[in-house]
């Protein structure tokens, strides 16, 4: 569908976890001199490292290079290593260890200070994957908690925390993710960080149509190439995403804040890789409007099918993606805990070049029926934010 005449151009930002080899007054002047309109600050020791010292100057300083270059921006948090050297990620919101989890809520607050201090438009975050050995329940319960606290500061500091939904995660996928608003009783101050190529990989519908279903809820998006069922962050038309459709829904939804492009696996090549995307989005924003096919070398515009759902879309419970070694084909998934189905678990990105990697040629099928729940504790809609039922045992 043609956006409406008059709708408002996208703002395009590059994420500096793609830029990692530069330092951030380097990666900020490329991306203003490149004529992008923001950045999606990922608050990691090489940039805006946000447990060393002297924070507070550090960005005020910050604000400053934003400011002489025109650029906003969107504070993100998926840092591989920041809190500790050892886990990707880790610890999260779902840590068993609860100092653990008051770190990672740390973190997640500090992130909410420096927004509000840049001027940002959203906070991310992501719910991390649950220890294998924890009970669901269990997992959703710190979760509810540790995004309820957070939106306590978000609200006081006027600021907007948008969860992404990751693979392998708790919340893996947008029903995961409407799950968790229900738990945390609705609360408007949780918004949704959207991922293109998360859409691509593992969700039942099209790309463009969860942007259409998700539109009420959209404070971020980011955005990549990818191939169905392979978790794997690509270059613009090294994939199999038709991008003028997801282009199109963002300007009908009258979406303003930043799209993000996610490459942080290609900080060797950033400032390359930065340079192409920008005009291949900008060609491909144009098709969205004029009805016409975008031209830029390689494109994949036009490579996926058109509709609301992909033709071999794998079922699989919301909430219960489980991560998946490198290099290996994903295993059954959990049975479902009271949520609605979605896609099945992808596999993660192999080693190998990217032109080796193949979508899933058919559905996965489900796994066994979990025995971990507590009947009758998947958060309803209306609990409190906390997330504990009324009646029900934390």
């Known amino acids: 569908m043609t956006p409406p005449a008059g709708t408002p151009a996208l703002r ?52 400053r290079l934003l400011g002489r270059h025109g650029l906003t921006v969107t504070v993100e948090t998926g840092a591989r290593y920041v809190l500790d050297p050892r886990r990707k990620h880790g610890p999260t919101l779902l840590d068993a260890d609860p100092e653990g989890r008051a770190a990672r809520l740390g973190l997640l607050r500090t992130a909410v200070r420096v927004a509000a201090d840049l001027g940002a438009h959203a906070v991310h975050c992501f719910s991390g994957v649950a220890p294998p050995d924890m009970p669901r329940y269990a997992a959703w319960q710190h979760l509810t908690d540790g995004i309820g606290a957070l939106l306590d500061t978000a609200d006081t500091a006027g600021v907007a925390v948008a969860l992404e939904p990751e693979p392998g995660h708790l919340v893996g996928d947008l029903a995961g993710f409407h799950r968790l608003r229900s738990a945390i009783g609705g609360s408007p101050g949780l918004g949704l960080t959207l991922d293109v190529g998360h859409c691509q990989c593992l969700e039942p519908a099209t790309p463009a149509a969860c942007v259409r279903d998700a539109a009420p ?39 303003a804040g930043l799209v993000t492009v996610e490459l942080p696996r290609h900080s060797h090549a950033g400032p390359d890789q930065a340079a192409a995307a920008l005009p291949f989005l900008h060609a491909a924003e144009h098709a969205a409007v004029r009805g016409t096919p975008p031209a830029p070398a390689g494109s994949s515009a036009h490579r996926a099918p058109a509709g609301r759902a992909h033709p071999a879309a794998p079922a699989r419970p919301a909430g219960s993606a489980a991560p998946v070694p490198p290099g290996t084909s994903p295993g059954p998934a959990p049975a479902a805990d009271s949520a609605p189905a979605s896609a099945a678990a992808p596999q993660q990105a192999a080693p190998a070049p990217p032109a080796k990697a193949a ?36």
Do not use: C, K
Request: net charge negative; glycine share 12%.
């Open 359 to 394: 979508p899933l040629a058919a559905p996965l099928a489900a796994g066994p029926e979990r025995t971990d729940e507590r009947p009758g504790t998947a958060p309803p809609a209306g609990a409190s934010r906390s997330g504990t039922p009324a009646g029900a045992r934390p």
């Open 217 to 255: 809820w959209l404070r971020h998006v980011q955005i990549e190439d990818m191939r169905r069922g392979v978790h794997e962050h690509l270059p613009f038309g090294e994939g199999e995403i038709d991008f003028p459709p997801v282009l199109g829904a963002l300007r009908e939804a009258g979406y």
């Open 12 to 63: 395009y930002a590059y994420g500096t976890n793609g830029l990692a080899d530069l330092r951030l007054p380097d990666a900020l002047a490329l991306l203003a001199g490149l004529g992008y309109d923001g950045v999606g600050l990922t608050l990691d020791h090489m940039h805006l490292d946000p447990l060393a010292p002297d924070l507070a100057r550090r960005t005020a300083e910050t604000a």
